[in-house]
């Protein structure tokens, strides 16, 4: 008996299929067979019970968990008065439950090596699941979950992570005491030495040097931490003038050897040419290294480079930077060749652009990079952009990198440099917690008074699973990762000394993130956060995120601070259990994703420089982290553009960025955007608008998800959201 569902179905492993109707009537004639013929249903009882449950689901308009729909199974059987055989099911039920448990992380490992699994299958953008190191992570991380649910979480952290109420993000890794992101000293490492694998690396001789050294660290760092991390161009550039200075006087030995005239300005000349081609070289080995090298855990660093001219004293070495700079961005603009000859986008490292007086308006000294920025921008999707001057005012003066993507480190008055400034470069952050907000209004069912008190309710939550994370670090040894706490990334600690004095007084910062702002507003107010309701809202549940931080760190001296999360899988993880939870609800549970922290929904018609403006006001309330963006199309002939949103970034909002497109066809050359098209199945996939290619293998498509780029494609949750997105300009 064929009825046609077209309802897809959540397996254990997280796979989603479509739903079969024949497995539902196949394990309930199995368990009428166990009962004596005077107890069994007909076989028309059976196929009414099938019939029943499919024209159910075929209502839902959201995938169903297998779970439910075996709850479902057993309701039938006992509406037709079967009681022996839905006792039956219920104790084949049972039996598989234990066997299932009997090793939680079998099918998980089985699911991954499949490439089953939707929810984790490209859970990292930047992860290339099918490769023997990555999954080689990925099967560590099953492994880290189980003992992570099993042993070393409180059992209601785990069920509420289980049922999307919060996530307690990178469980993969808690076992091993490891933290997130960081600011990596790289001053302090080039300055003063470090040790690489056991080996003494002393003070580079030469820029190029210092550019080799700089990728070594990078990747060392990488492996010993499961988050990104940052560096900042500024603390290679004194190395141009120590190459400049070797340089000059090789030129002078060489002439005198052949007897040529020492004349100054030809010596100058000379140097400066072979200096160029050394900072090529340099940049290219940061480049081509850090793409090339492959962490532990399976992918490239994630790893930021932060370019600020004023990092550095005006004269010889600001230009130096901005030579830098400059060759960095030509490099970009180029791109990299994959491994067909084809020029493409790399994903990392990430770029990080600081606009300043100095170079944001035409005329000013450096204004010619600003123009360089905005055609990479247009051309790589990045740099992306800091404003030095909002970013001034909302950090006491000050302006620094985030760490790796969006966490930035609190600014604290004793945390301080050996000359008095206030210290940055080798702070960390220990983790994060995120909490589901569209839960919290759905748990509510619209109740503003019961709202806060179920907000109360999950934030001690979080506020208890974030102590789990802070509590794991404590006494780790720095002997665990000596590169970082031994030799000068973060810190210069003895051996056999404890990390403990670097997780207190706001050395190091520990995230509460939240996702979902649009959709919790949605179901308390009807409207999304851009309404004036919405938004008023919207500010008083970001302003009490902000008053538990600071009175959890009032508390216990531990650097609290609220995180704008840059969900990837989580946002699909999240959609799946609301509608699990509260069914299908307009507006709020009936895509498969939720919104990032605070943004505007991807659907919602909003200009680029409205919505910049408008979330400008949630980013101070994110004092964790956060970025935003504006979608645009294709602007390599509008390079005006790009540099307005640059200008009005500049005036109104810290971090922002331009989701440009950057994309290309292998099969027919096509260089343009990739679209998402539903196929046969009903899954989204990608295809070339010229040729109507859909083979993955031969598409190369980048999309930010997250603040950062991503180039091994996505889940069906993230594609649908990066489907829906609308032009903001």
Known sequence: METAVNTNVIKRNGEEVKFDLSKIENAIFAANKEV???????????????????????????????EDIQDMVETGIMEMRGYEVAQKYVRYRYKRELARKSNTTDNGILSLIEHMNEEVNQENSNKNPVINSTQRDYMAGEVSKDLTKRMLLPEDIVEAHEAGIIHFHDSDYFAQ?????????????????????????EKPHSFFTACNVTTQIVAQVASNQYGGQSFTLSHIAPFVDVSRKKIRKQVIEERTELGEPLDDDIIDKITEKRLLLEVKSGIQTIQYQLITLMTCNGQAPFVTMFMYLDEVPEGQTRDDLALIIEEVLNQRIIGVK?????????????????LDEDNITPGSKYWYLTELAAKCTAKRMVPDYISAKVMREMKNGDVYPCMGCRSFPTSEPNILNPDGTRKYY?????????????????????????????????????????????????????????????????????????????????????????AGLCEMCVRMTGKTHTSPEGKDFALKVMQKLNDKCAEWKKAENISYSVYGTPMESTTYKFAKCLQKRF???????????????????????????????????????????????????????????????????????????????????????????????????????????????????????????CGYIGTQFWNQGRTQEIKDRVLHL
Not at 431 to 439: A, K, P
Not at 677 to 696: A, F, H, I, M
């Open 36 to 66: 004596d013929k005077l107890h069994q249903l007909s076989d028309y009882q059976v196929y009414a019970i099938a019939d029943n449950l499919a024209k159910h689901i075929e209502e839902m308009t959201h995938a169903v968990h297998v």
């Open 177 to 201: 005491k490891e933290h997130n992101c960081d600011l990596v000293n790289l001053e302090d490492m080039l300055q003063n030495g470090t040790v690489i694998s056991e080996t003494m690396i």
């Open 338 to 354: 994959n491994e067909k000859g084809f020029y493409i986008t790399p994903a990392f490292p990430k770029l990080i652009y600081v």
């Open 426 to 514: 080798g702070r960390f952050n220990q983790g994060v917690v995120t909490i589901n907000l569209v839960d919290v209004a759905c748990s509510s069912d619209g109740d503003m008074d019961e709202f806060w008190k179920i907000l109360e309710e999950r934030l001690e939550l979080c506020h208890r699973a974030l102590r789990c994370r802070h509590e794991r670090l404590l006494g780790t040894l720095s002997d665990v990762a000596p590169i970082l706490w031994q030799h000068g990334a973060l810190a210069r600690l003895k051996k056999g000394e404890k990390i403990d004095k670097l997780l207190y007084n706001g050395y190091s910062t520990i995230s509460l993130g939240y």
């Open 583 to 705: 069914g299908i609800i307009k507006g709020v549970t009936d895509k498969n994703y939720i919104t990032n922290s605070y943004h505007v929904h991807v659907t919602e018609h909003i200009d680029a420089f409205s919505k910049l403006k408008f979330e400008s006001e949630f980013q101070k309330l994110s004092p964790g982290g956060a970025i935003s963006y504006v979608e645009v199309p294709n602007l390599t002939n509008n390079i005006e553009a790009v540099i307005s949103v640059m200008q009005f970034i500049y005036d109104n909002i810290l971090y922002a960025e331009l989701n440009t497109k950057s994309d290309f066809c292998e099969k027919c050359l096509y260089d343009g955007e990739m679209r998402i098209v539903t196929d046969d199945s009903g899954k989204l996939v990608w295809e070339c608008p010229n040729c109507g290619n859909r083979d993955q293998n031969n598409l190369f498509v980048a999309r930010r998800t």
